[in-house]
């Protein structure tokens, strides 16, 4: 299904730039059968996922994990060479090594944001320039990415200059347009399927591409709190940019065809990424669940003592897997010793193993068991 998104026009400096047409199309109405399909089948696992969710105890010391996941992957579709190890240890504040994990973490931030924000804000306009401000303000970016403000020049896509560009998005004036038209749409709720919704959503703000930098970063981050302002998933927990990272070709030529009016394409792609991150995402929910009795058996096997500082310890570990003494004194209020005994009490019971090679005091321990089960 072909659809004219736009046409390519040239400007008075020479280049060609995309002028979108008024949004949506009356074409995009009618998704043809086997994408509403796909929709069915991608909304029946999403409906799934979110009903397992419920059944995580401690399920917001999880929700860091996928969020930061999600946000590795991003960052690193934009060229971070941090890992999700790499921003736990920066967040947790011990970090062995100078990265560029603040990508992530600024990520970690924006999305948070945009989740509280929409609590008591409709998702809008003024909404995305705040979750780009929260995103980019302190971040690396490839130049001036302005934060929190819709570009007031043109930019471009591969190239050095628009001449010579892989795509060059509407001009100023034309992108001011575009995005009333992209905000009326984002309350177009009753015209399509959700998960349809959503999918355009990302390939239209990919083709108006309204900030400076940071477009990729808040359209990957928009999809996840439209799933949650859609109220398809009550809390966070599905996240497209590891499926974009693991498939980066393919995702930048399926917003190609987006950009050329082939729709269906680049429909179909995401449908696909919801259902494999869907079933992904499910999987890891249940490695979770039988990580957590496993271990939680081994700690309520020892004395009650030890057995009540180490549960209260295990919960905490699902949101901050790399620990030392001064982070588990914190929760326990134990002295350094005592800490100390509790790390090597889970040492012993392989819950915890020690990451290097420092001493007693600045040693850190990793929940590796845990962490394997996002990045494998």
């Not at 796909?38 to 929700?63: C, M, N, Q, S, W």
């Not at 082939?262 to 995402?281: K, N, Q």
């Amino acid at each position: 299904m072909n659809i004219d998104i736009g046409k390519k026009i040239k400007q008075k400096e020479g280049f060609f730039a995309l002028i979108p047409n008024p949004f949506p199309p009356k074409e995009l109405f009618s998704m043809p059968q086997n994408i509403l399909l796909k929709a069915a089948e991608a909304d029946r696992l999403v409906g799934k996922l979110d009903g397992i969710t419920h059944t995580l105890p401690d399920v917001d010391f999880f929700l860091r994990m996928f969020v930061a996941k999600d946000a590795t992957s991003s960052a690193q579709i934009e060229g971070t060479r941090a890992t999700i190890i790499d921003a736990i240890e920066k967040d947790a504040g011990i970090a062995s090594k100078e990265t560029d994990a603040d990508d992530i973490l600024y990520y970690v931030k924006a999305l948070n944001y945009g989740i509280k924000r929409l609590n008591n804000f409709p998702l809008s306009l003024r909404v995305i320039r705040e979750v780009h401000s929260q995103l980019m303000t302190g971040a690396r970016a490839t130049h001036f990415s302005d934060p929190g403000h819709f570009r007031e020049s043109q930019n471009w896509i591969g190239g050095t200059k628009p001449d010579n560009a892989h795509f060059v998005p509407p001009p100023v004036g034309d992108m001011k347009s575009a995005l009333g038209d992209f905000e009326k749409f984002l309350h177009e709720e009753k015209q399509f399927l959700p998960i349809i919704h959503i999918g355009i959503m990302h390939g239209q703000f990919e083709t108006i591409h309204p900030f400076l930098d940071g477009n990729g970063r808040t359209g990957r981050l928009l999809i996840t709190l439209l799933l949650c302002h859609r109220r398809l998933l009550e809390r966070p927990v599905l996240f497209l940019s590891s499926y974009f990272k693991r498939h980066q070709k393919i995702y930048y030529q399926k917003l190609d065809d987006y950009h050329n009016g082939d729709v269906e394409s680049w429909v179909d792609f995401f449908l696909d990424g919801v259902i494999d991150t869907a079933e992904e995402s499910i999987e890891i929910s249940r490695k979770i669940r039988k990580l957590r009795d496993n271990d939680m058996e081994k700690i309520q096997a020892l004395a009650k003592r030890e057995s009540e500082s180490g549960v209260a310890v295990l919960s905490r570990l699902f949101g901050f897997p790399i620990v030392n003494t001064r982070r588990i004194m914190e929760w326990t209020k134990f002295t350094r010793a005592g800490a100390q005994r509790v790390i090597d009490r889970f040492v012993n019971l392989g819950i915890l193993k020690p990451q290097d090679e420092k001493g007693a005091y600045d040693r850190s321990y990793i929940y590796q068991n845990y962490i394997d089960i996002f990045i494998k």
